[in-house]
T-cell receptor, first 114, second 114 residues
Framework: ETGVTQTPRHLVMGMTNKKSLKCEQHLGHNAMYWYKQSAKKPLELMFVYNFKEQTENNSVPSRFSPECPNSSHLFLHLHTLQPEDSALYLC?????????????FGPGTRLTVT | AQSVTQPDIHITVSEGASLELRCNYSYGATPYLFWYVQSPGQGLQLLLKYFSGDTLVQGIKGFEAEFKRSQSSFNLRKPSVHWSDAAEYFCAVGAKTSYDKVIFGPGTSLSVIP
């Protein structure tokens, strides 16, 4: 595997379910990001991890819980979601969490909450 | 904090025609500037970036962008569009302070007519 991978690619879950999104980067980077991409809205930064430490939580509801066990893996744990949480969730990585470093994106997980 | 706008939500061009996508930013100094492309079902991919120096930047896939400080713009251009260029294009701005985040514009959707 190369680059940034995300699993699953598609997920349908009910509002009472618990699920997790997984992201893995094979680039040797030290920063990882979660973004939410909804139709008709700009890309929303959710969380940033730099050297496994969370450095950004962009006022994300507690029903989204990130986990970064090491610099290569990032998870987004989901529980009791709402229909408005349906979106494409993108993971990205960069050398460090500085704005000078380009970000490499995974293909995303298309989440549908029913 | 920095901000970025992309005035055109959607653009349609004929294959072989030239293309210019507009990007305007707001920041007190020269920022880091990026253009990313997102093909359907994919994550974002970096086309090019500007940090300093020559204001005309060359990128991948035949794209270029010009930084104009006086207009606070970083417009993306391509002399001859191919059908495979149909995608969503995002301009992004990063501030030159440590660990500041990158802000993405709302995107411009490009359609290409055969």
């Amino acid at each position: 595997e190369t680059g940034v991978t995300q699993t699953p690619r598609h997920l349908v879950m009910g509002m009472t379910n618990k699920k997790s999104l997984k992201c893995e980067q094979h680039l040797g980077h030290n920063a990882m990001y979660w973004y939410k991409q909804s139709a008709k809205k700009p890309l929303e930064l959710m969380f940033v991890y730099n050297f496994k430490e969370q450095t950004e939580n962009n006022s994300v509801p507690s029903r989204f819980s990130p986990e970064c066990p090491n610099s290569s893996h990032l998870f987004l744990h989901l529980h009791t979601l709402q229909p408005e949480d349906s979106a494409l969730y993108l993971c990205a990585s960069s050398q460090e969490a500085r704005s000078s470093y380009e970000q490499y994106f995974g293909p995303g997980t298309r989440l549908t909450v029913t | 904090a920095q901000s970025v706008t992309q005035p055109d939500i959607h653009i349609t061009v004929s294959e072989g025609a030239s293309l210019e996508l507009r990007c305007n930013y707001s920041y007190g100094a020269t920022p880091y500037l990026f253009w990313y492309v997102q093909s359907p079902g994919q994550g974002l991919q970096l086309l090019l970036k500007y940090f300093s120096g020559d204001t005309l930047v060359q990128g991948i896939k035949g794209f270029e962008a010009e930084f104009k400080r006086s207009q606070s713009s970083f417009n993306l251009r391509k002399p001859s569009v191919h059908w495979s260029d149909a995608a969503e294009y995002f301009c992004a701005v990063g501030a030159k302070t440590s660990y500041d985040k990158v802000i993405f514009g709302p995107g411009t959707s490009l359609s290409v007519i055969p």
